[in-house]
């Protein structure tokens, strides 16, 4: 049998990326601001726009984990900056810094062995804190992928990246 220290620290590893992916940190290095609310090549979103529904995502499911009150969120209105919102490169800086302290937070709770990984959400229909940690992995890895292809499609990526 696996040990929970060992499934606990695998847990935090696949919530930091790097393995199979690149970090949050390393997609969003080096971002030009000229580039930060221009729509992405035939759609509607910027890349702003995508790191801010990390963000709220993020945040809504830390939320969900920990907030005996909670209540669910409206799809997609809660989960996105309305469509031609914009971000100023303090607002940009802000979002990455909430997103990474949401990550920081996941993380340490992952890793507390006071938190019952098996533990079913009272407030929720079956999900298991293990699940929610997932989940958070799962759904930032998917946008980190999106968002490095959409450096590369919108020539944002630094001279002499590979």
């Not at 709770?109 to 799962?138: H, K, S, Y």
């Amino acid at each position: 049998m696996i040990g929970d220290a060992l499934v606990r620290q695998q847990v935090v590893e696949l919530l930091r990326g790097g393995n199979a992916y690149m970090t949050f940190d390393q997609a969003v290095a080096d971002y030009p601001m000229e580039s930060i609310n221009e729509n992405i090549p035939n759609g509607t979103y910027s890349p702003w726009h995508l790191l801010e529904h990390l963000r709220l995502t993020q945040e809504d499911i830390l939320e969900f984990m920990t907030d005996e009150g909670y209540h669910e969120r409206r799809w997609p209105q809660d989960y996105w900056p309305a469509p031609g919102a914009t971000a100023t490169p303090e607002q940009w800086q802000e979002t990455i810094d909430r997103f990474r302290a949401g990550q920081a937070t996941i993380e340490r709770m992952a890793l507390n062995p006071v938190v019952d990984l098996a533990l079913r959400i009272p407030w929720g229909t079956g999900q298991t804190m293990l699940r929610e940690f997932l989940l958070v992995a799962d759904h930032n890895a998917y946008h980190m992928g999106e968002f490095a292809l959409l450096r590369q499609v919108m020539g944002t990526w630094p001279a002499g990246h590979e």
